[in-house]
């Protein structure tokens, strides 16, 4: 083909109800928010995007993706919300679906995302909710930092990354991610690096918790790992730093193995494995 048939071989797509023209082997640029993507493809930012006003007809979601085989390539930029109790980042309801190589900023929720997806090399910070929630089955989520969990403004339960569903959620793996800062000020609230809940089969291994409490309390209100409701559930080789427990084993948590976790747990202190049982204990946790 030549140059002159490539550049009228430009085809469109429908993104939030505009026509945007991209060519074949191109990704669909995305400049401003919120935006619905509807169909399967690649779509880039264009820049960074400081979201200021409140959009109640999407209740405050900045991109919604309702299509299967889509990549969301945030491509070294950076979104920033409109407050960290109303904005929402992305969510994902399709399946085979990437997120990776960006930032988001100042929301309640950062990314969630369902079935056979992937996030990576995704960097959020001030998220006073939840930072990446996988509710679905299948799901990596791996290489992404998240600091400044929580905070002043911290609902009533901050989770670093979540994984699990109710309605079916297995095979996900959380590797390699850095999560610090959680704290949540709220008497009755809990903050937890990454929680395992309604999940089976789960692999988290490699990853880097800290809180930010301004000393010790040996309670469940600040944990690295927290696993509830959920069966065949292997965590190993993580790094614990300034939590209350490294890792808490709640109702309904069976068959969880853990080995070679490390924690800075002081000499004399009680355990930070909690309740997840001697006979699961495969050794090098300290």
């Known amino acids: 083909m030549d140059k002159f048939s490539q550049k009228v ?12 023209p991209i060519h074949a082997n191109a990704c669909s640029q995305i400049s401003s ?19 200021q006003t409140y959009d109640a007809q999407t209740y405050g979601l900045l991109i919604r ?11 070294g930029y950076q979104i920033l919300g409109y407050g960290n109790h109303v904005s929402k980042g992305v969510q994902s309801i399709g399946s085979n679906v990437v997120i990776k190589n960006g930032g988001l900023a100042n929301m309640s929720t950062g990314i969630i995302i369902k079935h056979d997806s992937l996030v990576e090399n995704v960097k959020l910070h001030d998220i006073s909710g939840n930072g990446i929630i996988v509710s679905g089955s299948n799901t990596t989520v791996r290489n992404n930092i998240i600091n400044g ?18 309605t079916g959620g297995t095979g996900n793996v959380i590797a390699n991610n850095v999560i610090t800062g959680i704290y949540n000020p709220n008497q009755n609230g809990k903050a937890s690096g990454i929680l395992i809940s309604h999940g089976g089969h789960t692999f988290v291994e490699n990853n880097y918790i800290k809180a930010n409490i301004p000393s010790y309390d040996f309670t469940d ?17 993580n790094r614990f730093l300034s939590v209350g427990k490294a890792m808490v084993c709640g109702v309904n948590s069976g068959a969880v193995r853990f080995r070679d976790n490390i924690s800075n747990k002081p000499l004399g202190t009680p355990s930070h494995y909690s309740g997840c049982g001697p006979h699961f204990d495969l050794g090098g946790n300290d």
Do not use: M
Not at 33 to 51: A, M, N, R
């Open 149 to 166: 969990l929580g905070g002043s403004d911290a609902t009533s339960n901050t989770v670093g990354i979540s994984a699990g569903s109710t």
């Open 33 to 51: 928010l919120p935006v619905t993507i509807s169909e399967s493809g690649t779509y880039c930012l264009s820049g960074d995007i400081h979201v």
């Open 9 to 20: 071989a430009a085809f469109f797509v429908v993104v939030a109800g505009l026509s945007v």
């Open 65 to 75: 993706i309702t299509a299967d085989n889509v990549t969301l390539d945030l491509n």
């Open 221 to 237: 209100k600040h944990v690295g790992i927290r696993i509830e409701h959920s069966n065949n559930t292997i965590v190993s080789n």
